[in-house]
């Protein structure tokens, strides 16, 4: 018992705590990613509440602006439908009073009754015909504007600095895709022109109501306020449920896309008992909230149908009591309380909307809480555009750290002209990785600066600078699409041989042409039908059909062997010829020849020199090299 409580605990701080008290990026599991970052730590998570629900309503109608006229056409169906519906209940009254029980006595009338109810049937056939056009308009209406939703947020995600992807999971980001947006669609599509609906015919049918019967009418009002009351007293309650139902449902889905993503580490450690237990905890919490959620919205229905009926029987017997004693006619208490019950519909079917609203004001508000993350910095007026780039890099006193009071680089200063290779040797967590994110501005430093051919590259045009560099990551990426379309990625404008030259030059040719069609076979799950060491020679050769001046391998050849990596040392070689490099290893057999070495340790370069000069000094780089110490 206590082991689970434990972990319970240990998947609310990974996830964020998401499903008990809001929302806030977990990093997820070992950290932000590549070296140092972020994570989820001294970010506080909003209150599982909507902090203005008014202004989230006033973004979604936004939405709709370019479909007014749809929408002006849908309500004018929707008043169309509505006052159809109340012509066709108040026709029942003459129907019956001239034609059935006539109130001078006579027989009644079949041939006018045939007339009467034929007519009642084309006033419920306009109803009818008017409600199929207005629900078509309205879900093209809706279609339309999730359409443009996904494209600003999806658009809005392209611009998002790195340090966001660090600290949110995938799954959760996901879920604002899906769950999210759709939550929103069925609020668009079906909500608001079922409160739009209910509102006319509450105004109708009162007004009906106190045309028929003033002295019924004022029982109806007794009870109203009664059913207002009692749903907003549930209305209340369930609000914060659907909310907190989205967050769970949120890192559940962030769970699930780790687990399959990390299938293989799973099962290689035996998890997948710890993974079930995990996965029920949060499953377990999901539920909790969504039968709070659901019965509170669920029984919004059954009280306002009762007290409907309370109405509905004391109409009855008043009404009754009033055609007996004061000449009250029949159809005219037959018409009434078809009304009462009438009037009733409209709130309970506003009241059961209310779930609908507070779960899509969930969705949309962590839709936009997206939108509304600061996007990378705007590159200033000047920015210098590149054009070539030489590729001589500086850095001057450098110091940065992911979180402002934890300083993870201490005062780095190197330099590398074009062509050399410049070495980073270290324990994991020393700042390798961190010195390359620098040159990429996925992050901006504290202190110091960083220049690029004698331009602070915060004076650099930001895409201009990432199209001069070249990155090789341990962790290797293929996309959808055959494999001459990854190699391409790497310049867009590749002629084929350009891009055969590239796999010769990273030695994935041969392997590529054992495949069932070489270049052109399709590549799917990021490449799954590769080995690890296949997939890497794909990375290299897509850096290598780069024309960037700058190169970057971040254990770059860390899932090729031994003998491969040898096979393609000439091929990389070549690619670094001309080129500034910047190369992270654990083996430092690859950077026997770099014209730098860089030892860090603890953020701070300790030791620098060529491999001859390093091994002279018998430092670190010497006792790491002849093994007497280990790269954790």
Known sequence: MMDTEKRRQSLKRRYGNRA?????????????????????????????????AKRTVGRLFHYLNEEKSKMALALFCVIINTAATLAGSYLLRPIINTYIAPTDGSRGDGAGLARGLLAMAAVYLIGVVTSYFQAKVMVTV???????????????????????????????????????????????????????????????????MVYTNIYLTIITLVIIPLM??????????????????????????????????????????????????????LNQELRDHQIKAQFFGGIMGPVMGNLSQVNYSLTACIGGLLCVGKGFDVGGLTVFLNFSRQ???????????????????????????????????????????????????????VTFGYEPEKIILNDISLYAKPGQKIAFVGSTGAGKTTI???????????????????????????ENLRKNIAMVLQDTH????????????????????????????????SFIMRLPKGY????????????????????????????????IL????????????????????????????????????????????????NGRIIERGDHNELVAEKGRYYQLYTGLLELD
Request: net charge neutral; proline share 4%.
């Open 20 to 52: 008990a008290a809001g929302e806030r990026g977990p990093g997820g599991p070992g950290g932000p990613g590549p070296g140092h970052g972020p994570g989820a730590r001294g970010q506080k998570g909003p209150k599982r509440m909507p902090k203005d």
């Open 142 to 208: 809706a279609q339309n504007a999730l359409t443009k939703l996904r494209n600003d947020l999806f658009a809005r995600l392209q611009v998002l600095p790195v340090r966001y992807y660090d600290t949110n999971s995938n799954g959760d980001i996901m879920s604002r895709f899906t769950n999210d947006v759709d939550t929103i669609g069925n609020m668009l599509s079906s909500t608001l022109v079922q409160l739009f609906s209910g509102a006319l015919s509450l105004i109708g049918t009162f007004c009906l």
């Open 228 to 281: 207002m009351k009692a749903g907003g007293a549930v209305a209340r309650r369930s609000q914060k449920f659907f909310s907190a139902q989205q967050y769970s449902l949120g890192a559940l889905n962030g769970y699930i896309e780790e687990t399959i993503t990390g299938q293989k580490v799973v099962k290689v450690f035996c998890h997948e008992e710890t993974a079930k237990e995990e996965f029920k905890i």
């Open 343 to 397: 009037f009733s519909r409209p709130i309970n079917e506003i009241s059961m909307q209310i779930s609908n609203i507070f779960s899509a004001l969930a969705g949309a508000e962590r839709v936009f809480r997206v939108m509304d993350e600061e996007p990378e910095p705007k590159d200033e007026k000047d920015a210098v555009v590149f054009e070539p780039m030489k590729g001589h890099v500086v850095f001057d006193h």
């Open 436 to 462: 390359t994110n620098l040159i990429n501005r996925f992050y901006d430093i504290q202190s110091g600066t960083i220049s690029i051919d004698g331009v602070e590259i915060r004076k650099i045009n930001r």
């Open 478 to 509: 293929l996309f959808t699409g055959t494999v001459r379309e990854n190699i391409r990625y790497g310049r867009l404008d590749a002629t084929d041989e350009e891009v055969v030259k590239a796999a010769k030059t990273a030695s994935a040719h």
């Open 520 to 551: 052109d076979t399709m590549l799917e799950g990021d490449g799954a039908n590769l080995s690890q060491g296949q997939r890497q020679l794909l990375n290299i050769a897509r850096a290598a059909i780069s024309k960037a001046p700058i190169l």
């Open 554 to 601: 971040d254990e770059a050849t860390s899932s090729v062997d031994t003998r491969t990596e040898k096979h393609i040392e000439h091929g990389m070689d070549r690619l670094m010829a001309d080129r500034t490099t910047f190369v992270i290893a654990h083996r430092l057999s690859t950077v026997r020849n770099a014209n730098a070495i860089m030892v860090l340790e």
